[in-house]
């Protein structure tokens, strides 16, 4: 049972507009949320995080948004540069329990 | 710094065998995590250490896999006998602390094939 999903496997963006990767989770009580970017051959590196008393966390071109309500998650990047190409995962996490991945998105920037 | 480096980078044998691998994690880090990807599931959380101590083993898929933890700068996971649905990217990652916000730090894997 997937209680983190990431239900677009790909997605393509002209570089300079704005790239949305969705997650949606299905435990309410996850109270932690991040996002991990992972370039071929290489392990997921930390991108940015969000805590459940906030609603956005901004770094740089990178924005996380939580609606707890809709229990949905959302990264927005902009403007998107061809380096972003990458999967990025998202994954969340309640108290001290283990961290849950979803299965990942795939963003092509197209020059 | 070293980041945690994971060995070998590929491995290819045949169903049966023994199949072992290795992580050092970052100096200092307290925490060590085992990942398998698979394109149905995604990352998913083998066993966790806490100060060389396994945590929680409940995502080891079977008997067949088995993880230890000998000291703070070496784990590894071993797996007997291999079957090819065991073939997958394995990640091995470390934190300074268990689950608190410092975020884990992921070697580039090691992808295993089992034909």
């Known amino acids: 049972d997937q209680q983190v999903k990431q239900n677009s496997p790909s997605l393509s963006v002209q570089e300079g507009r704005i790239s949305i990767l969705n997650c949606d989770y299905t435990n309410s009580m996850f109270d932690y949320f991040l996002w991990y970017k992972k370039y071929p051959a290489e392990g997921p590196t930390f991108l940015i995080s969000?805590?459940?008393?906030?609603d956005k966390n901004e770094d740089g071109r990178f924005t996380v948004f939580l609606n707890k309500s809709a229990k949905h998650l959302s990264l927005h990047i902009v403007p998107s540069q061809p380096g972003d190409s990458a999967v990025y995962f998202c994954?969340?996490?309640?108290?001290?329990?283990?961290?849950?991945f979803g299965t990942g998105t795939r963003l092509t920037i197209i020059p | 710094d070293a980041g945690v480096i994971q060995s070998p980078r590929h491995e290819v044998t045949e169903m049966g065998q023994e199949v072992t691998l290795r992580c050092k994690p970052i100096s200092g880090h307290n925490s060590l995590f085992w990942y398998r990807q698979t394109m149905m599931r995604g990352l998913e959380l083998l066993i966790y250490f806490n100060n060389n101590v396994p945590i929680d083993d409940s995502g080891m898929p079977e008997d067949r896999f088995s993880a230890k933890m000998p000291n703070a700068s070496f784990s590894t996971l071993k797996i007997q006998p291999s079957e090819p649905r065991d073939s997958a990217v394995y990640f091995c990652?470390?934190?300074?602390?268990?689950?608190?916000?410092?975020?884990?730090?992921f070697g580039d894997g090691t992808r295993l094939s089992i034909l």
């Open positions: 994954a969340a996490r309640f108290g001290n329990e283990k961290l849950t």
């Open positions: 990652a470390s934190s300074l602390y268990e689950w608190e916000d410092q975020p884990q730090h």
């Open positions: 969000i805590s459940s008393i906030k």
